[in-house]
């Protein structure tokens, strides 16, 4: 069964540093790989995945990603962090014939 | 539309009342799939249609819950007896097709309070 984690309940960052989300990801074949950001009473936006091909992969807002394979990692980054950037952040993971699976959610706090 | 479209955005019920909750998908998506969004919890799975496919209905909590598609485009998610636990926000969402790697979007849920 695939399966989806995210360590961290909330990750607090000052506006203008480096941010990392993290995930890892348990699945028996190869992944397909989603981060999604959810806004207060919103519904969940698409960030970026990644399918296959180059490990860091590029989004929405300046976000990155990097797949690494050997550690079934997927962590979400961001060179320096907005105020704006402040939401609930998920990741998740998908296989054919199934449904999404997400992790738990990270809460992510950008102060000023 | 030009997104996924959930009706009602916002409903109260009484407990043990049914409650029908509609998901308009992204037109042409043979994909659909709802989801629950309990405060302070993650997206749990409820059901996924595929086009004509039996859908997986592997994730509805109880018979209690059911939910259909007609015509391959919307979709009605039902609630019977409806219970305070099952406050919550119901989420729909569409694929273009059964590609794992394509991107699922999401509509902007359904709050459902149970009183």
């Known amino acids: 069964a695939q399966s989806v984690a995210q360590p961290e309940d909330q990750v607090n960052v000052a506006e203008g540093n480096p941010l990392t989300v993290k995930c890892t990801y348990s699945?028996?074949?190869?992944?397909?790989l989603f981060w999604y950001v959810q806004y207060p009473n919103r519904g969940l936006q698409f960030l970026l995945k990644?399918?296959?091909?180059?490990?860091l992969v590029k989004g929405s807002y300046g976000f990155e990603a990097e797949f690494n394979k050997s550690q079934t990692s997927f962590h979400l980054k961001k060179p320096s962090a907005l105020v704006s950037d402040s939401a609930l952040y998920f990741c998740?993971?998908?296989?054919?014939?199934?449904?999404?699976?997400f992790g738990k959610g990270t809460t992510l706090s950008v102060s000023s | 539309g030009a997104g996924v479209s959930q009706s009602p955005s916002n409903k109260v019920t009484e407990k043990g009342k049914d409650v029908e909750l509609r998901c308009d998908p992204i037109?042409?998506?043979?994909?659909l799939y709802w989801y629950r969004q309990s405060l302070g919890q993650g997206l749990e799975f409820l059901i996924y249609?595929?086009?004509?496919?039996?859908?997986?209905k592997s994730g509805l909590p109880s018979d209690r819950f059911s939910a259909e598609r007609t015509g391959g485009s919307v979709s009605t998610l039902t609630i019977q007896r409806t219970q305070q636990e099952d406050s919550a926000v119901y989420l729909c969402?569409?694929?273009?097709?059964?590609?794992?790697?394509?991107?699922?979007?999401f509509g902007e849920g359904s709050w459902l309070t149970v009183v």
């Open positions: 969402a569409s694929r273009p097709d059964r590609a794992a790697g394509n991107t699922i979007y």
């Open positions: 699945v028996s074949g190869n992944p397909y």
């Open positions: 990644y399918i296959t091909g180059d490990n």
């Open positions: 998740a993971v998908n296989q054919a014939g199934t449904a999404l699976i």
């Open positions: 037109s042409g998506h043979t994909a």
């Open positions: 249609f595929q086009g004509n496919s039996a859908p997986d």
